[in-house]
């Protein structure tokens, strides 16, 4: 069993930065795939971001057409955490994030794809 918890959302202004957290708990959490999805008030949860574990301590990333370029996705293994770097936000970034595992994926863009999911932070940008 993961448990995912999200932390580090709030209120900024269009162009500004947040950075996103999710620890997990487990002890295998370096083998796990971990992604971000966002929902938008009164829109279906989306993909954002993901990178997926390929062995050892390689990795590769996946990125939505929206927010390629102004987001990253990094993790920290010793500190079982993956971030969201976001920069150059806009207004249309403003959603719940929600952080999401995996630990059998290659590749998941969709909800189904992932077993375990955090409660959500939420990142409101102002124009």
């Known amino acids: 069993q993961v448990q995912l918890v999200e932390s580090g959302g709030g209120l900024v202004q269009a162009g500004g930065s947040l950075r996103l957290s999710c620890v997990a708990s487990g002890r295998t959490f370096s083998s796990y795939s971990m992604a971000w999805f966002r929902q938008a008030p009164g829109k279906e949860l989306m993909f954002v971001a993901a990178?997926?574990?390929?062995?050892?301590?390689?990795?590769?990333?996946d990125y939505a057409d929206s927010v390629k370029g102004r987001f990253t996705i990094s993790r920290d293994s010793a500190k079982n955490t993956v971030y969201l770097q976001m920069n150059s936000l806009k207004p249309e970034d403003t959603a719940v994030y929600y952080c999401?595992?995996?630990?059998?994926?290659?590749?998941?863009?969709?909800?189904?794809?992932?077993?375990?999911w955090g409660q959500g932070t939420q990142v409101t940008v102002s124009s």
């Open positions: 990178m997926y574990w390929i062995g050892g301590s390689i990795y590769y990333t």
């Open positions: 999401a595992a995996d630990g059998r994926l290659l590749r998941g863009l969709t909800t189904t794809d992932y077993t375990y």
